[in-house]
């Protein structure tokens, strides 16, 4: 990589967490595109160059972590039920994190229907789930009758849900904890019938 290019992904990673700080700080409505833009001291133009609009820095401060959360799943010992429950606990922790502004406005934004960053981030985890489902297959340890997408479907609906409730509720529900039986009860019962 060039120091042209180097300076570029410095550049726009300055623009994330400058658009991450006020957000969270202010609120997405609050904050403007010229907010950004001298919050992370660069010119306005600077901005358009990564991103078309306010609405496509939430959906990569939403998204940035996540395909280290899937390595470390995917390297974790373990069953298939403590992989599929590290990317899903990681996820969570990282969207508690992230902050319940950014979480509701993330939610906001997804259901628009010219918005495609919703619709990305969900056939995302769904790809995640039953890549990780197909490896257990793969490897032995799952029936090859397992039906990966009707579990992909029903753990990434629960996932979403748990996620919209929090967004909802203002922060009045525990999240992760939600999740964590979530996973201790019905994602590890689901899997029983299918683990060889």
């Given at each position: 990589?060039?120091?042209?290019?180097?300076?570029?992904?410095?550049?726009?990673?300055?623009?994330?967490?400058?658009?991450?700080?006020?957000?969270?700080?202010?609120?997405?409505?609050?904050?403007?595109?010229?907010?950004?833009?001298?919050?992370?001291?660069?010119?306005?133009?600077?901005?358009?160059?990564?991103?078309?609009?306010?609405?496509?820095?939430?959906?990569?401060?939403?998204?940035?972590?996540y395909n280290e959360i899937y390595k470390?799943?995917?390297?974790?010992?373990?069953?298939?039920?403590?992989?599929?429950?590290?990317?899903?606990?990681?996820?969570m922790e990282y969207i508690e994190q992230t902050g319940l502004k950014?979480?509701?406005?993330?939610?906001?934004?997804?259901?628009?229907?010219?918005?495609?960053?919703?619709?990305?981030?969900?056939?995302?985890?769904?790809?995640?789930?039953?890549?990780?489902?197909?490896?257990?297959?793969?490897?032995?340890?799952?029936?090859?009758?397992?039906?990966?997408?009707?579990?992909?479907?029903?753990?990434?609906?629960?996932?979403?849900?748990?996620?919209?409730?929090?967004?909802?509720?203002?922060?009045?529900?525990?999240?992760?904890?939600?999740?964590?039986?979530?996973?201790?009860?019905?994602?590890?019962?689901?899997?029983?019938?299918?683990?060889?």
């Open positions: 990589m060039g120091k042209r290019q180097i300076a570029a992904m410095q550049t726009r990673l300055k623009v994330i967490a400058a658009a991450k700080r006020l957000i969270e700080k202010n609120g997405f409505k609050n904050v403007t595109i010229d907010d950004i833009t001298k919050e992370a001291k660069v010119a306005k133009g600077t901005f358009y160059t990564y991103f078309k609009r306010k609405e496509d820095v939430v959906s990569e401060i939403a998204k940035s972590n470390r799943s995917v390297e974790l010992d373990g069953d298939i039920g403590d992989r599929i429950t590290s990317f899903l606990i990681g996820s950014i979480c509701q406005q993330w939610i906001k934004t997804v259901v628009e229907p010219e918005d495609q960053g919703g619709k990305e981030k969900l056939l995302y985890d769904y790809n995640i789930i039953s890549d990780l489902l197909n490896q257990a297959i793969d490897a032995g340890e799952l029936s090859k009758e397992t039906p990966v997408k009707q579990l992909s479907d029903a753990i990434v609906s629960q996932y979403y849900g748990i996620v919209l409730t929090w967004g909802i509720l203002n922060g009045a529900s525990a999240p992760v904890e939600l999740l964590k039986k979530y996973c201790q009860g019905q994602l590890r019962d689901s899997l029983s019938h299918y683990q060889i």
